[in-house]
């Protein structure tokens, strides 16, 4: 029953934006979802694998079955993040369902169109939709904490009036930030520094995608989100990296520090506070990922409180589209299929069960 969006569908995406919910507070935060403009940006050529909107508009008169669930791509071209679905769960007992069938129609749409991986961010207490995510095959991989910064430090290092990354007499104990804007060069020593405090299982998952913090929120042409990427660097390799997401609302912040540098953890947050432009309007907010264990106290330290706590879940896609087998002489055909193993990893409300999705060689005898 699910499709596309066409503009025949304003009014039904329209009347639903009030019920909307958002997956992910990063993009809730930093741009509050506008799913209607979403919607038609979508339909346009030129954006149409940047930003999808699926619906489904049947029911009867005592009993409506209307909704919406909209994806953004990210940047490496082959994965996406659901950002919103509509209804609300907890606005009727036909929600769960049309989520169902939204969420199952935009997975096999999206590996039509090349997408291997999508994403999506629940919030920890959120059992329902926890629970039919789960349902559809999003598998659970990591969670993150979210701290706010509620009242700025008083004393950040002071950088008026001097250059990013040159060291210089400060009138601050900190002394000028060392940080320097992420060059194009940079790449590969921050592959090195992912990798070297980030879990392999997670690393398997995030794939291409994973240094692209902050690209998959709703928004960046057109609703005046600003990225930027500061190194921290230090004998030729990287200590620490600081991920900075702007808009009018609030800043995020994604820290990175190496596991030999996790007594310095309060230096990074200070400095990275220090590059904030107009610090002392809007709020920050920071993620922290389970396993980064010295970037989370070093943020209560600096100020910040704990606002939630999210699940990260993935959904691979990936699988084989077949063509007619007219003509061909029989033979063997090696492809990929995704399967499940009893070691996968699995998002039960209120556990974790452990489950991983394996690609496995299968070999099928074609007929002529």
Known sequence: MARPFTPRDIFLVKDLERQTQPLGLEGALLCPPAPLLVALLGHSLLLRKRFCTYVVDAGTEWRQFKGFVQMVGRNNGGEGEVICLAPALASSEEA????RELLGHLI???ARQGLWRLYAKVAEGDRLACEVLREVGFCAYAYENVFRLEQHPPDLPSRKGV???VPTKSSTSWGATPLRPQEA?????????YSSLTPRQVQQVEGSGRLSWGNTSPGGLWRGLHTRGFIWEEKGGITGYAHVVSSSNCHWLRLLLHPEA?????????WSLALLPDRSLAPIYASVRGYESAIGPALEGSGFKFYAAQNLLVKNTAGLVRDGLKGRVPGLEKFLEAVRTASSMKLACGGWQREEPKLVS????LTR
């Open 96 to 99: 769960p369902r049309i989520w």
């Open 108 to 110: 096999l749409a999206s």
């Open 163 to 165: 250059p990013l990354g």
């Open 185 to 193: 060069g940079d790449g590969e020593k921050l592959e090195g520094l």
């Open 262 to 270: 996790k007594g310095r953890a309060g230096e990074l947050v200070q």
């Open 362 to 365: 299968v070999e099928r005898r």
